[in-house]
């Protein structure tokens, strides 16, 4: 465990193991849970299909397409535990695929309603 304060910068580093120089490492989505079993009922998102949900979640320049950096503010779920568990999914693109996920950054997607 990593203990931070309430509102205190938490800074995260991801690095892609490899051999392969032509790898690209894209953060695709990072959900926070007050358990560290159950990520899917009871979660908070801090980026969901490459767009940022968190307003203090920052990205940082990184020295290599194979490392992604970014920040957000530590939190605790309201009447819950007071640790937070993090779940991030990273998706592994060749670098230079522009038609790879890892290209095409934020998805919106809009759902319509049928009649």
């Given at each position: 465990p990593?203990?931070?304060d309430v ?6 580093e991801?690095y ?8 690209v490492l894209?953060l695709d989505t990072?959900v ?7 990520v899917?009922?009871v979660t908070?998102?801090i ?14 320049d990184s020295?290599?397409s ?6 957000f503010?530590?939190f605790?779920?309201?009447?819950k535990?007071?640790s937070?568990?993090l ?8 670098t230079y695929d522009y038609?790879?996920r890892?290209y095409?950054?934020c998805?919106?997607?809009?759902r319509?309603?049928?009649s």
């Open positions: 990593y203990h931070v509102n205190q910068d938490l800074f995260l991801a892609l193991h490899s051999s392969d120089p032509d790898l894209f990072c926070a849970s007050p358990t560290p079993h159950n899917s009922t908070y998102d980026i969901r299909n490459g767009c940022a949900q968190d307003p203090t979640y920052t990205t940082y020295p290599s194979y490392i992604v950096r970014f920040k503010n530590a605790r779920f309201v009447r535990s007071p937070v568990y779940k991030c999914e990273f998706v592994v693109c060749r038609h790879s890892c095409q950054g998805i919106t997607t809009s319509s309603q049928s």
